[in-house]
């Protein structure tokens, strides 16, 4: 299968009720409709990090309002809310709050240098009050279903969907089944340790796990003081023949490759598409590094592996969501 990056979604059923798409990630929101025409009135805003930690929930409320103006519908038009957000997640009294390490700065402490000091984020509580039918997953999970629905995933499984962005995040699926866990977290693959390092600081608190090393937040703190200010900076640098430029990046090859080899030896998955704003704007530089990371090694388990862009391209976070809530 050569998977397309084309639209997948031509619209819900016709006389179906519309529904409403929340991508919740550590640098944006984002919020749409769609209904029997496609997908409408979509908006994005940075991510709410400041005053209560009722805040993000707020924003989702206010801009779900705006997004269903915008598309010509009353909020009490909506049938669903389908959330896709970063985690980890928290359960209390059985509805979920996010311990997200770049949202809440009540995890890793001011080292992190985030405005607030939440041990968690409010969500679903609060949604579910101002809406029905809501429903909340890991991102890494809604983007995985969307990409068995209707991307480079679709015939598998034994698959995963990894993001690698602001954090790293994974959707898991082994059997035909989507893995989720006690709390919903299965897959946050990017808080486990592949390497030595004790100066990476993540916002989960941990030192040197794959998220402080790699993700798009990570490489100004790590690599500011020598001009890589961010990933584009890096990846221009490195194309220009920037040898430190080119040597950073086979480290965090090196690490991401290694946890994406962890994930097929531990589940023994046929195939990982990837996505999100590091991996996609780089992918043709980066993906033959991951693959040389994870083919040749043990062929019993990599044999046949493939790694994949995603098939939904750039948009696979706004399907996430919409995979949530609209039938198969």
Not at 204 to 216: M, P, Q, R, S, T
Request: hydrophobic share 45%.
């Amino acid at each position: 299968m050569n998977p397309s990056t084309s639209e997948p979604f031509q619209g819900l059923p016709a006389g179906a009720a519309p529904v409403t798409c929340v991508d919740i990630g550590g640098t944006k929101v984002a919020v749409s409709v769609a209904d029997a025409h496609g997908i409408h009135g979509k908006l994005a805003e940075p991510t709410a990090k400041e005053g209560d930690n009722d805040a993000l929930a707020l924003q989702i409320i206010r801009m779900v309002g705006q997004s269903c103006a915008a598309s010509g519908y009353a909020v009490a038009d909506i049938a669903a809310v389908g959330v896709a957000s970063c985690g980890p997640f928290v359960m209390r009294d059985g509805l979920i709050e996010l311990a997200a390490p770049n949202i809440c700065g009540g995890m890793a402490g001011k080292g992190r240098g985030l405005p607030n000091d939440w041990p968690t984020a409010l969500l679903e509580a609060p949604l579910r009050a101002a809406f029905p039918g809501v429903r909340v997953e890991n991102d890494g999970v809604g983007a995985l279903e969307a990409e068995r629905r209707w991307g480079a995933l679709q015939g598998f499984d034994n698959c995963g969907y990894v993001t690698w962005s602001t954090g790293i995040g994974m959707g898991l699926c082994v059997d035909g089944r989507i893995l989720r866990g006690k709390n919903g977290n299965a897959g946050h693959a990017g808080h486990t340790f592949v390497s030595d390092n004790d100066d990476a600081l993540c916002g989960c608190g941990n030192i040197g796990d794959v998220e402080a090393l790699v993700a798009g937040n990570a490489i100004p703190r790590r690599f500011g003081l020598e001009g890589f200010t961010d990933a584009a900076i890096l990846f221009e640098a490195a194309h220009a023949g920037n040898t430190r430029a080119n040597a950073i990046i086979d480290d965090l090859c090196r690490v991401m490759g290694r946890a994406l080899y962890n994930m097929v030896a531990t589940l023994d998955l046929e195939r990982i598409s990837l996505g999100g704003s590091v991996f996609w704007h780089h992918r043709d530089f980066l993906l033959p590094k991951l693959r040389a990371q994870v083919h040749g090694k043990l062929g019993a388990l990599t044999d046949g592996v493939e790694l994949v862009p995603a098939g939904l391209g750039d948009k696979v976070g706004d399907y996430a969501a919409l995979a949530l809530v609209t039938g198969s």
